[in-house]
């Protein structure tokens, strides 16, 4: 038992630090351990665009200040 529980804490480790990490059994791939960030994004998904852009800050709040100076035209050439 002792020999599992160290080997689990260097599986965490590494799932957190390199990715997930796939457990076998008698050389038969049957679970994977990854890092809680990863589960998350998989269970619950990223929000979608829109969601995404709802979720920013109040932008009316800020104070914005111009120069009262005339906007001076640039010709192109």
Do not use: C, W
């Not at 990854?34 to 998904?45: T, V, W």
């Not at 665009?49 to 111009?66: T, W």
């Not at 120069?67 to 640039?74: G, H, L, N, R, T």
Request: no cysteine; hydrophobic share 40%.
């Amino acid at each position: 038992m002792q020999e599992v529980k160290q080997k689990l804490g260097e599986v965490i480790r590494r799932a957190h630090d390199e990715g997930p990490q796939v457990i076998t059994r008698h050389g038969e791939e049957v679970a994977v351990v990854i890092d809680i960030a990863e589960y998350r994004r998989l269970k619950y998904g990223a929000p979608d665009f829109k969601e995404f852009l709802r979720s920013a800050p109040d932008l009316s709040l800020l104070e914005i200040h111009r120069a009262k100076e005339p906007i001076v035209p640039v010709e192109l050439v």
